[in-house]
């Protein structure tokens, strides 16, 4: 191992990471997810020569790097840099029992410094911002030729809001990636349904892929490409209770859940969308 190489595997050691990124030979960072299988479902265009792009809530920046990558322009990569401005269930950010939590999520949460190694290793141009999807405006921000969201709706209060500022920012076309609930997805495939959740997880709404797809056309765009169900797995940081801990969860949807996750990842959909009007 080169001295190069060793001192960027210490850096990457120091900090937390979201995403499995590949930053150079022999060198990955040990990500919460493993995004990287994704890509070959995502409806992302092969070419982005020359366009404008943003990445919605990008963490360590995996999707907008893969857009710069593909030829944009430019990548603004937009995200939230304090966990406390999360829009999570406030059970979730104040319960008791979520104390440990919310300092561990403190602690994991470190997308900027993250992004920032990322960024100069490999030599990108993609400019973080911190701000909210809430607070996209087309007379601050600009428009773009393309947006990509992945992996947020489910942490949001008002999904469909945020849908509609990405709608007022994007004169082109959108590209979003979401986690849906698995078993109303196979169970009812033409019904659009989301599960409140709003407790002490992270999360609001679990849609199934047709209630996603329906928050999206309400949210005011239309559907020109739809993928089928993929999962995103999960990556080397990833928390593994033991198997033998498993027969317990089977008892409960949540359970159920976390072996469905461990096994194969979680349950996403994909569209490519353009905005009406
Ligand atoms: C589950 S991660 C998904 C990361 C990445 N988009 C992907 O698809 O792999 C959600 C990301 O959204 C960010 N986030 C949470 N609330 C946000 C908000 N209101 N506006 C923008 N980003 C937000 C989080 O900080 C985190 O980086």
Request: net charge neutral; with cysteine; aromatic share 10%.
């Amino acid at each position: 191992m080169s001295v190069t190489t060793a001192t960027l595997t210490e850096r990457v050691a120091e900090r937390s990471w979201y995403h499995t990124l590949d930053l150079a030979p022999g060198v990955v960072t040990p990500g919460f997810f493993d995004t990287r299988p994704t890509v070959a479902h995502v409806p992302l265009p092969a070419d982005l020569t020359g366009l404008r792009c943003l990445d919605v809530g990008t963490w360590d920046g995996f999707w907008a790097f893969e857009m710069e990558r593909r030829g944009a322009a430019s990548v603004t990569a937009i995200d939230i840099e304090d966990p406390e401005r999360w829009d999570w269930p406030p059970q979730a950010r104040f319960g008791e029992t979520n104390e440990a939590r919310l300092a561990y999520l403190r602690t994991f949460k470190s997308g900027a410094s993250s992004f920032a190694l990322a960024r100069e290793v490999l030599g990108s141009q993609v400019e973080r911002v911190d701000c909210s999807v809430y607070d996209l405006d087309p007379d601050v921000h600009g428009r773009f030729d393309l947006v990509f969201m992945g992996s947020l709706l489910l942490h949001l209060r008002d999904p469909v809001r945020a849908l509609d500022r990405v709608r007022a920012v994007c004169s082109g076309e959108a590209v979003l990636a979401e986690s849906i609930e698995l078993f109303s997805t196979l169970a009812r495939p033409r019904t659009a349904t989301a599960r409140l959740e709003g407790l002490d997880q992270s999360w609001w709404w679990q849609p199934n892929a047709a209630g996603f797809r329906r928050m999206v056309r309400s949210a005011g765009f239309r559907i020109e490409e739809q993928t089928g169900l993929y999962f995103l797995p999960t990556g080397a940081a990833h928390p593994r209770p033991p198997l033998h801990t498993a027969w317990r969860e089977l008892a409960t949807s949540g359970g159920r859940e976390r072996i469905v996750t461990r096994v194969k990842g979680i349950p996403h959909t994909a569209v490519r969308a353009v905005p009406l009007g």
